[in-house]
């Protein structure tokens, strides 16, 4: 079935949840959608909010728990590659 935005979708299972927000807390959300990453999972490629997004919506949404996931976060996702470093010869 359609979702019209503010309805979000909570998905749980035993190898855990993805929870689908349409009204994100202090991103918007076509700018944010822009930013978005993408990770290969089982060989499916999944979107998912940008790391610097992310961690503007928990601290927008002030909710304990999300406030608490900001503190433990990683510096940067942890499945995305570091950058190689760069071929460019600097000038001495």
Known sequence: AA???GEDVYLR???GSIDVITSPSGVDFDQ????????VWDGIKVPLIGFADLK???AASGRPKDLADLAN???????????PPSKRRRNP
């Open 3 to 5: 979702r019209r935005q």
């Open 13 to 15: 299972a035993r190898a």
């Open 32 to 39: 944010s959608f822009a930013r978005r990453e993408s990770v």
């Open 56 to 58: 503007r919506n928990k």
């Open 73 to 83: 976060l990683p510096p940067r996702w942890p499945w995305k590659a570091p950058r």
